[in-house]
């Protein structure tokens, strides 16, 4: 079992940056693929980042890909999220996920633990 938990979000304006994190726990963290989600207000959870146990293999959206940065520190159990020129579409609930693959993977169904989420609000 892994408990995975999420912050830094917060009300920015458009143009800003902030940086994400997500703490993990319980089994060794540095096995498992991870990713990062994002949820708006009725739409479906979106693939935003993956990244490998390695930390070698990263996967971005065409959406964020240049402005988000995902990266990892395994002796810390922590995985990042640093969002650059933010928008209001990147407004959202973001998600961290943790994949036993280890692969890190852009399929929502790939991932078998999940935090509770950390809310982002990009003011126009």
């Known amino acids: 079992q892994v408990q995975l938990v999420e912050s830094g979000g917060a009300l920015v304006q458009a143009g800003g940056s902030l940086r994400l994190s997500c703490a993990a726990s319980g089994r060794t963290f540095s096995g498992y693929g991870m990713g990062w989600f994002r949820q708006a207000p009725g739409k479906e959870r979106e693939f935003i980042a993956a990244i490998s146990w390695t930390g070698i293999r990263r996967l971005y959206a065409d959406s964020v890909k240049g402005r988000f940065t995902i990266s990892r520190d395994n002796a810390k159990n922590t995985m990042y999220l640093q969002m650059n020129s933010l928008k209001a579409g990147d407004t959202a609930v973001y998600y961290c996920?943790?994949?036993?693959?280890?692969?890190?993977?852009?399929?929502?169904?790939?991932?078998?633990?999940w935090g509770q989420g950390t809310q982002v609000t990009v003011s126009s």
């Open positions: 996920a943790a994949d036993r693959s280890g692969g890190g993977s852009n399929y929502r169904g790939s991932y078998d633990y």
